[in-house]
């Protein structure tokens, strides 16, 4: 079974603070994602990233920030948190390159709260 | 570009009943469609998806979603709903051949009422 993990399922941070949002995945997959999930607008993309060190913003990348330095860790950085990044986060991961009709596989989110 | 609306951010049906989730989407070059769920406190789950062939898509836990280009719909149904049904879908699009992002659609939250 593939596996993705995601570093904690709640998380409570005040303003200001940097964040660290980590992710693992257990089955050598090029691809990986981070969504962030709010309600009546379903997962939009903050990055992702198709290699070890290679990074690609998505659709929402103002105020994050990614890295990638091994294959199966990809993490999410939130470099001063403020009260609307409040959220629901997803990691995901996908094999190959091109076969953008693979599956995505999805960690089971980290509920980030910013006070 | 493309986009995907799921109408209706809630639906209710009856245990046994017929479940009918609509999805509709944009795009100017073939798709690829997927609909995920997401149960309570969990991540996304891959339901089914279409890349090419055959419209009639079948998937997990008797779900099923036809592919009909004129209409450009994928909508996900499901003969008799259970109560284990209820859960959170998602319909999704990426453009064949494109750079790998999934598009979602806002999301349909399912009640199972007994």
């Known amino acids: 079974d593939v596996k993705v993990t995601q570093s904690s399922r709640y998380l409570v941070k005040r303003t200001g603070e940097k964040v660290f949002l980590e992710c693992v995945q257990d089955m050598d997959h090029e691809n990986m994602f981070w969504y962030r999930q709010d309600p009546g607008l379903g997962l939009r993309l903050i990055y992702f990233?198709?290699?070890?060190?290679?990074?690609e913003k998505g659709d929402i990348p103002e105020g994050y920030s990614v890295s990638r330095e091994k294959k199966e860790r990809f993490s999410l950085i939130l470099e001063s948190a403020s009260t609307n990044q409040t959220s629901m986060y997803l990691c995901?991961?996908?094999?190959?390159?091109?076969?953008?009709?693979?599956?995505?596989?999805f960690g089971p989110g980290t509920r980030l709260t910013v006070l | 570009a493309q986009s995907v609306t799921q109408l209706g951010s809630h639906v209710s049906v009856s245990e046994g009943a017929l479940v009918l989730l609509r999805c509709n989407y944009s795009?100017?070059?073939?798709?690829?469609l997927f609909w995920y769920v997401q149960y309570p406190n969990q991540g996304l789950q891959l339901l089914l998806k279409?890349?090419?062939?055959?419209?009639l898509v079948k998937g997990i836990n008797g779900f099923e979603a036809e592919f009909k280009k004129s209409e450009t719909s994928f909508h996900l149904t499901k003969p008799s709903a259970h109560m284990s049904d209820a859960a959170e879908y998602f319909c999704?699009?990426?453009?064949?051949?494109?750079?790998?992002?999934?598009?979602f659609g806002s999301g349909t939250q399912l009640t199972v009422l007994p």
């Open positions: 990233s198709y290699d070890v060190k290679m990074k």
């Open positions: 999704a699009v990426v453009l064949s051949g494109s750079a790998r992002q999934l598009t």
């Open positions: 995901a991961s996908r094999p190959g390159l091109a076969e953008s009709y693979n599956e995505q596989f």
């Open positions: 795009s100017s070059v073939p798709p690829y």
């Open positions: 279409y890349t090419t062939g055959a419209t």
